[in-house]
């Protein structure tokens, strides 16, 4: 009989301690956006216009077209940033490396990627490590997306690949490889209007965006979402960012400064730094992607 009131006890205080961590996440995600579905598209595939002119689609970065011979001394600040992203995209091969860290209560994540466009191919691979893992990658054709997820990095290569479409990868992550960035940049998303420095024989472009919802984060809020395994919609606090270009409009490194507040089972704050530079020559993709999917 003893024995009985003990486990009769241990299970409600089990019971007890399960409601009260149910209660919490109900309360703590009260009130929260969860993403909601948008019209799927992408820079990449943004119409094109040759004329000088600021070419805007919605709900994607402005773009424009430099005149050949002319340089960012020649146009106005957001000019030569949507100049920038306009060479990216229009670039036929590139490859990019990303190194950072993004700090949340006392814990701190090691970020790391790798991204590499070669005319009609792309890929993509995204890793964070520390005291939670978590890595995928994705090759894409003309045609759909080859997609693995997992724990952390040395687990990918024995991870089932998943063959999805480009609408599914761009509703888990809002952007693809041969985008130019995941922000939203253009006139309606700066919070501030972006500055160009001359250093040596580069620019460097300084940009703030505005944090809401419908604005820089409107596509990169879904990386957050799904890298953090939930679909309430990150709140951001502030975005900014560093464009590093040569005289060509070529992007060289981008460096971002970020803060957002992510919800699963409790609300954390995180402030992310990450830098990816970006190299043209000798592009290729890494062994293992090419021995998989190419050769």
Request: hydrophobic share 35%.
């Amino acid at each position: 009989m003893k024995k009985s009131k003990i486990f009769l006890i241990i299970t409600l205080i089990i019971t007890a301690i399960g409601i009260g961590i149910l209660m919490f996440f109900i309360i703590s995600t009260a009130g929260k956006k969860k993403i909601e579905p948008a019209v799927i598209t992408t820079t990449s595939m943004a119409p094109i216009d040759d004329s000088e002119k600021l070419i805007k689609t919605p709900n994607q970065s402005d773009l424009f077209k430099p005149k050949a011979g002319k340089n960012p001394t020649d146009y106005k600040p957001n000019e030569v940033v949507a100049a920038s992203l306009y060479t990216l995209i229009n670039t036929s091969n590139f490859m990019s490396t990303t190194t950072g860290e993004s700090k949340s209560l006392f814990v701190t994540q090691k970020i790391e990627g790798t991204r590499v466009k070669m005319e009609k191919l792309a890929y993509n691979m995204s890793a964070s490590s520390g005291l939670v893992n978590t890595a995928f990658d994705a090759f894409f054709n003309d045609t759909n997306c080859q997609y693995r997820k997992t724990d952390k990095i040395d687990n990918l290569a024995k991870t089932e690949v998943e063959v999805i479409g480009y609408d599914k990868y761009l509703e888990k992550y809002g952007h693809l490889p041969m985008d130019a960035t995941g922000y939203l940049i253009n006139e309606e998303t700066y919070k501030v209007s972006p500055t160009i420095k001359k250093i040596g024989d580069d620019y460097v472009i300084s940009i703030e965006l505005d944090p809401a919802s419908d604005k820089g984060p409107y596509w990169y809020k879904r990386e957050i979402a799904t890298n953090a395994g939930t679909e309430i919609e990150p709140v951001f606090h502030y975005m900014k960012l560093k464009l590093t270009i040569d005289s060509k409009f070529r992007i060289l490194k981008i460096e971002a400064d970020e803060e957002y507040e992510v919800n699963k089972i409790i609300t954390a704050t995180a402030n992310t730094k990450y830098t990816e530079v970006f190299s043209y020559e000798n592009v290729d993709f890494p062994a293992d992607v090419k021995e998989k999917y190419i050769n």
